[in-house]
């Protein structure tokens, strides 16, 4: 009785265009079986075309080589770029960190220079470009974090103090969101808060923020 029920679902499956392997897959019977069971039940010309370009191992396999070509391709461009723009002077650098400045940087106070991210290789780039463009010594940062209320705050204070090679004694007490971190969605991010790094040097400051002025100015007046 089982094995007519079988026999029945196997011939309703294969005319709805089935193939042997999807069918053995659903009713767990060997191709041997289906061959007999369905062999006056064969697949149109175009049905088997469909397969085939739907296999999933075929597109599986794909994507794969799409993957392989594309870290070549990227892997390449990544060399003659590093090339091309490593090392940069003291001048380059200055000036890349004021871009990121000039779009990540905070502006509000005339004494301070900060900038928030949750990556910590953009706070990584403007603590180095703070001592090695600005010449500011690295014991001058502070740290500040902002966290949600369900973090452990010693875990991301020592995770960001590894991270940016900053010690614990350097960051002061975070700020914490009163929402939950599981109701944020992370999707790459880092999950780890927010880190604002910045200094207190009212003359660096200012340089920084005229330096974007100009920069503005020149700019706009370009048509």
């Avoid at 005339?110 to 001592?131: E, G």
């Avoid at 991270?163 to 999707?187: E, Q, T």
């Avoid at 880190?195 to 009212?202: G, K, L, Q, V």
Wanted: charged share 35%.
């Amino acid at each position: 009785m089982a094995r007519f029920q079988d026999l029945q679902k196997a011939l309703a499956l294969r005319k709805q265009g089935k193939s042997y392997s999807q069918i053995k897959k659903i009713l767990k019977v060997s191709k041997g079986t289906l061959s007999y069971w369905l062999r006056k039940y064969p697949l149109s010309k175009e049905r088997i075309r469909e397969l085939r370009d739907c296999n999933e191992q075929r597109i599986e396999r794909f994507r794969e080589s799409m993957r392989k070509k594309r870290e070549s391709r990227l892997e390449k461009i990544y060399n003659e770029q590093k090339k091309d723009i490593r090392p940069l002077n003291k001048k380059e650098l200055f000036l890349a960190g004021l871009f990121l400045y000039w779009g990540e940087g905070s502006k509000t106070h005339r004494y301070r220079l900060a900038i928030s991210n949750t990556d910590p290789s953009v706070i990584k780039f403007f603590i180095y470009w703070i001592r090695d463009a600005l010449d500011i010594p690295k014991d001058k940062i502070r740290v500040a974090l902002h966290l949600y209320q369900d973090m452990s705050i010693d875990k991301e204070i020592n995770f960001w103090s590894k991270k940016l090679n900053i010690p614990c004694s350097h960051f002061i007490r975070p700020y914490i969101k009163k929402s939950s971190i599981k109701k944020i969605n992370h999707k790459g991010g880092f999950g780890h808060g927010t880190c604002n790094a910045y200094i207190n040097d009212t003359g660096i400051a200012e340089k920084i923020l005229m330096s974007i002025k100009a920069l503005r100015e020149l700019y706009v007046m370009i048509k």
